[in-house]
Every structure is written in C-alpha cells, then in structure tokens.
C-alpha cells in the first residue's frame, strides 16, 4: 500500500499509528506472496459460458467487462447487474465504459467472505492470491490453515463485524462477498476496495455452479486451468449421469426411482430446497425424484410439519446435511423429535447424512458435482457404482 493511500484512510478513518504500521507490514506481505504472481506467464486462454447464468464476460483489448447479476431472477427489469472491467496488470487501455469499476488482474490479493467461495481457489492451487478470510471455523483444508499460522491469510470475522484494521492491512484488490450478506462493508467501498458479488451458491444446477471456477480463473489469470478443472468434472458428471439412464433403460420397469425427502424441522417449520433448486436437480440426475418436484421456485423454504409429513411421509430415502456438533443418528434423530420416527426412510434405515463438520463438503463440493452426484447414486442405487466410497453423503448405519 503506498503512502498515499495510508495517509487516506488516516484522515478518513482517523486510525492509530499502531495501525499503519499494521498496514506496512501487511503491505509487504502481500507483495511477497505475489511474487509467484508475478512471474506466472499470461494465460491468454477465453473463458466460455455453457450452464452458468450469474455472470458473463466480454473480451475487449487490453481489459475484460465482467457482469455479474443474480441467476434466480429472471426478471431483467429488476435484475441488478454489477459492473467490473478486469483490467490486464501493467496496461492502461482506453475506451472502458462508464459504470464499469477497474480491477487490475491477476490480483494480488482476494479476500473470501465465506467457504464456499474457497472451492475454486482451492482446485485451482491459487491459495497465493487469498489474503484473508471470514473465519477458521471448521475449516479443512491443511494448506490454508498453516497460511493462517503463518500470517499470509488473516481472518477478519464475520460480516458486519469484522476487523477493518485487518482487512486494510491485507491490502487486497478486491473482497469476495454474497448479496445476503454484504453488511458493514461501506468503509471499505469508501477507500476504493471493490466488493465483488460471488454468485455460484445461486445457480440452480450442479454444473452452473461448477463453472464459477471460471470466474476464480478470470481474477487469478488460471483461465486455463479453470477451462481443463471444468471440462473434467463436467465429463466426469455426464459419465455418471449415463450410468444411471443406461441402467434404466436396461432394467425397464425393474428400475425403480426412489423419491427423496430432504431437511429436517427448524424451529416449528420443517426447512426444505423448492423443487427448481440445485439439490433437486442432483436427486433427479441419480435416478431419484424429489418430494417437490413439482414445484416451480429455486430457493430455500419453509414449510409446516403435516404438510411434509402428508408428501413425504412415504419417501425411500431422507437427506439431512448435519450441522451440529454431535454426529446424526436414528437414536439421536428420535430425541430430537418423535415424530420423525413415523417417516418410512427412518423405519427402513433410508437416512443419508452429510456431516458438514467433518467433510469439507462447504469448501470443496461446489467444485466437486461429480462427487456428490455419485455420493447419490450410491445411497439410492448401490451396486451401480462398483467400488465407490462416498466423500460428502453417505447412509447413516445407526
């Protein structure tokens, strides 16, 4: 960070010298960890959009116009697109548009405001370009963990209360956030850092989330990594998605499809994914149907517990991503509520688990459709994929 802009924030902030020295150190961090930036060759590779909707990109020269916008609505009238021209580092091209805000790539320096956005940095080995974080909590990956020991990723807190001495600092290029959670990030706009909408938990498919790798490519200059990544889990996906139509074919009417309740109570109300959603279009690519198929919506929803019980009461196979600290159980499933003893899949053994506090299912499974897609396939058709050890979702044995 030069002097300039220290001098800025102090007069816009009125901080302590203590922390510009921060800053200082920081700053000299961040140039360090980019020295492997810095030497990278340009990839010159284009990206190419097949299922994603949230953003796209337009090649002019010298710069790149990112636009980003929500997947889930469709209503370009009331769609609001954020703007960014992705600027080639060391060029100063003419002719970028109005509206449109400059970030020189590759960045130096990102900073991730939840886990899911590490999945891309992650596949793509491009820890070097995170220079913060949210949080710790429950993270997995060994990589950033021993980055964080090492001062070279800071952990800022959450939203709305995080620690603005760090992310200054960390002197990032441009912070990663969600349009549900974008609070307390004013004074950082104030002082010119770009705050980027991260878009891919949207997407109402596997694939589309996926492709957000891309997008990690466009900032990070792994354009062509980020293409390889994902024309191998798409393959890997669609390879999967053959076994199970081919097997559905093969045993006619012999094949049967399993239909799949999914969530479990929240308070008073049951919390389920609409039947247009991503977990519902996973179900239906392993030979499974979903209690709301039928319904049109993409998002989270509540519902009243008679009513999931009257649809879905009879369902083969229940879907529960666990996030307590104490693993799941049918033992531990009937204290928590009676009730849920009169589901079939509970009196069959039908439960599948995810354990998000001991698989890195946040960090890695958007990036990993494949996987969960035979997680799936396994639990609903075992036998079909010989050999497979599930990574992110598994039948509960007790």
């Known amino acids: ?101 400059k970030i020189e790539v590759p960045v130096r320096g990102i900073i991730c405001m939840t886990s899911l956005q590490l999945s891309g940095f992650i596949k793509l080995d491009a820890l070097d370009y995170i220079v913060g974080i949210n949080s710790s909590r429950r993270l997995f990956d060994k990589d950033i963990k021993k980055r964080i020991r090492d001062g070279k990723i800071v952990t800022i807190g959450k939203e709305g209360n995080f620690d603005e001495e760090l992310i200054m600092a960390a002197n990032p290029n441009a912070i990663f956030v969600s349009l549900t959670k974008r609070g307390g990030f004013d004074k950082m706009e104030e002082v010119g850092i770009p705050l980027v909408p991260y878009l891919g938990y949207q997407e109402t498919t596997p694939l589309a989330q996926a492709e957000w790798i891309k997008f990690i490519g466009l900032f990070t200059g792994k354009t062509s990594a980020a293409n390889r990544q994902f024309a191998e889990m798409e393959k890997s996906y669609e390879d999967a998605c053959a076994l199970v139509k081919n097997a559905e074919k093969e045993k006619g009417n012999a094949f049967r499809r399993p239909v799949v309740l999914y969530g479990k109570l929240h308070g008073s109300n049951w919390y389920a994914m609409a039947g247009d959603s991503y977990i519902a279009q996973i179900f239906k690519d392993a030979g499974a149907d979903y209690f709301m198929k039928d319904d049109g919506r993409t998002g989270g929803l509540y519902i009243d517990f008679e009513t999931v019980y009257a649809q879905a009461g009879r369902c083969d196979f229940w879907v529960i991503q666990n996030k307590d600290a104490h693993p799941l159980g049918y033992a531990s499933l009937k204290s928590e509520d009676p009730r849920y003893t009169d589901f079939r899949a509970w009196k069959d053994r039908g439960v599948v688990s995810c354990e998000t506090g001991k698989t890195p299912v946040n960090e890695l499974s958007p990036m990993e459709p494949d996987r969960v897609l035979k997680d799936f396939i396994q639990a609903f058709h075992p036998g079909l994929l010989k050999d497979y050890q599930p990574k992110y979702y598994m039948l509960l044995k007790r």
């Open 1 to 101: 960070m030069e002097l300039g802009n220290i001098m800025k924030i102090m007069s816009l902030k009125k901080w302590s010298l203590l922390v510009v020295c921060i800053a200082m150190v920081g700053c000299r961090q961040t140039v360090n960890k980019s020295e492997a930036v810095e030497n990278e060759m340009e990839d010159t590779a284009k990206v190419s959009l097949k299922y994603a909707e949230g953003f796209s990109v337009e090649y002019r020269d010298g710069y790149k116009l990112l636009e980003i916008s929500d997947p889930q609505k469709k209503d370009t009238v009331n769609r609001k697109t954020y703007r960014f021209a992705l600027v080639n580092r060391g060029e100063k091209p003419k002719g970028i548009p109005q509206g449109y805000q």
